[in-house]
């Protein structure tokens, strides 16, 4: 049974789905009811390119957002083709375009002046700061972990994380001593002791950011790092490489954390010796950027077993993979971590970046982890009011249940087109498929673009879905048929 409604949605909603109703109501109820596209690149679209390749490079843009028609899970583009938006603004947007009541945050009085009023956070922050960051961040803080440090977008987090983490790794090693005049005079040439060859050690295929530091850690593609001095004593190890069904390759797969894991560990070792000793890891608890390549919660549990016993700070990058999409709230609680890792970084869909740490991680100096803004006010008020809706449409759950149903999509579609795409996988909404090369692979996002459905390209082969938390069964449906004439039209 198939049914629309307007009002009341969530109520509605809530109601289908406990009676296994199929139920066409959108938690926006304006969004559009199907994709419709008229002409990819059309008149409007290449004036605005050509204006604005007069100003900035534009060589990555696909297309311009309209975002006073935009809706809901429906992206409207300047030309007005309509598109189902399963990407979301490379994972960012939790609660699709205009959501209705993002737009009553600003109009309470001292949040608009939070917005208008831009303070240095870490030296001058607003009356009620703290109250505000227990009331909000700290109400999803990754089991475990008391403290939060706020800063600008994933990039940044992650690069402050490690500089956090180098600071734990020194104190330690100071032993409650204070700088010595070499390390001051050193680390104003870049130099031992004051500038030390300490390193991190990150994943191949992992992504992290785009400074320095967070580009030393990533591993996606050279077109990412290339030209760019970086630290080239930080090591890179094998992520699992997992085959695909789970259930069929369980012995292969256990061996390929093994494999993964006892490489870690020798890495470890050959640093120290080498004298460029490892202080953190950094891991994605689903490698995004470099693939979707999925790892066991077993093999979490080693790795950070691993980190304990060898003194390695445990980096969780869940910048991408945060805040509701797995259908937890943050990824690494599918593992069941003994204990909750040293540092969980944050951004995209929570609006901004920034990391909650352990208390034992705190700096006991003044601006060492610092710049002028560390976070933004106004985006921390956009996220209370992303968490009130999550809460209060259960969206959590949403993402759970249309996850599972659309991988069990996905995998029938895979076995329809076993010569053309494999390894369906993914938690919650955080989806994926494999294509067989990387051409079929662009054909196929290209062919699903020109259906009115945007999704992204991952590693090679991998396409993946990120859709908003509001994402439902009657999207899903849309997407799952779009994607079984697409591949019917290549086969
Ligand atoms: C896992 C992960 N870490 C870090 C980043 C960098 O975040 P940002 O682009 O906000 O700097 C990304 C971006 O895609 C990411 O996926």
């Known amino acids: ?45 290449q004036k605005m390119l050509k204006d604005l390749s007069n100003i900035q490079y534009t060589g990555g843009v696909q297309f311009f957002a309209d975002l006073e028609k935009s809706a809901g899970n429906y992206l409207v583009d300047a030309d007005g083709n309509v598109f ?20 009553n945050v600003f109009k309470d009085d001292t949040k608009m002046k939070m917005l208008v009023n831009r303070t240095a956070l870490g030296v001058y922050p607003p009356t009620n700061w703290g109250n505000y960051l227990s009331d909000i961040l700290m109400s999803v803080a990754p089991p475990g972990l008391k403290n939060v440090q706020t800063h600008m977008c994933g990039t940044c987090a992650n690069e ?61 593609k050279p077109i990412h790092k290339i030209d760019f001095p970086l630290f080239s004593h930080w090591p890179a190890i094998p992520f699992p490489n997992y085959k695909y069904p789970l ?111 352990t208390v034992e991680m705190q700096p006991d100096k003044p601006f060492r982890m610092f710049n002028t803004w560390m976070g933004d006010p106004a985006r921390l008020f956009l996220l209370e009011e992303v968490l009130n809706v999550m809460k209060t449409k259960d969206l959590i759950e949403n993402v759970r249940k249309v996850g599972d149903r659309t991988l069990k999509g996905l995998v029938e579609i895979t076995k329809e087109f076993p010569n053309l795409i494999h390894s369906p996988r993914g938690r919650g909404l955080l989806l994926a498929i494999t294509a067989k090369d990387t051409k079929l692979r662009d054909a196929i996002l290209g062919k699903m673009k020109a259906k009115g459905i945007l999704m992204g390209g991952c590693g090679d082969e991998a396409i993946r879905l990120r859709p908003a938390l509001i994402f439902q069964d009657h999207h899903s449906d849309i997407f799952l048929d779009r994607l079984r004439e697409v591949l019917h039209d290549l086969k």
């Not at 797969?253 to 894991?261: F, M």
């Open 247 to 357: 259930e069929e390759n369980v012995r292969e797969n256990k061996a390929e954390d093994q494999k993964c894991l006892e490489i870690f560990e020798d890495t470890i070792e050959q640093q120290k010796r080498a004298g460029y000793p490892v202080a953190g890891v950094i891991v994605e608890p689903i490698q995004s950027e470099g693939g979707d390549h999925e790892a066991s919660p077993e093999f979490f549990q080693n790795l950070q077993a691993l980190c304990k016993k060898l003194g390695v700070s445990f980096l969780v990058d869940e910048v991408q993979t945060g805040c509701g999409a797995t259908g937890k709230m943050w990824c690494h609680e599918w593992f069941n971590l003994p204990s909750p890792p040293d540092i969980v970084t944050f951004s995209k869909k929570m609006q901004f970046g920034g990391y909650y740490h």
């Open 84 to 103: 189902l938006d399963c990407y979301m603004q490379i994972a960012s947007l939790p609660l699709g375009y205009n959501y209705p009541s993002l737009f």
């Open 160 to 220: 402050q994380a490690f500089k956090h983490i180098f600071i734990s790794h020194a104190r330690e090693k100071r032993a409650g001593s204070n700088f010595s005049e070499q390390e001051l005079t050193s680390s104003m040439l870049n130099k031992p002791p004051g500038s030390p060859n300490v390193a991190i050690l990150s994943f191949k295929g992992g992504f992290h950011g785009r400074t320095t530091g967070s580009l030393s850690a990533t591993r996606t």
């Open 1 to 45: 049974m198939l049914l629309r409604i307007g009002k009341n949605c969530n109520k509605f909603y809530q109601h289908c789905n406990k009676n296994n109703i199929r139920c066409a109501t959108s938690f926006v109820a304006s969004e559009p009811k199907e994709p419709a596209v008229k002409q990819l690149n059309g008149d409007v679209h």
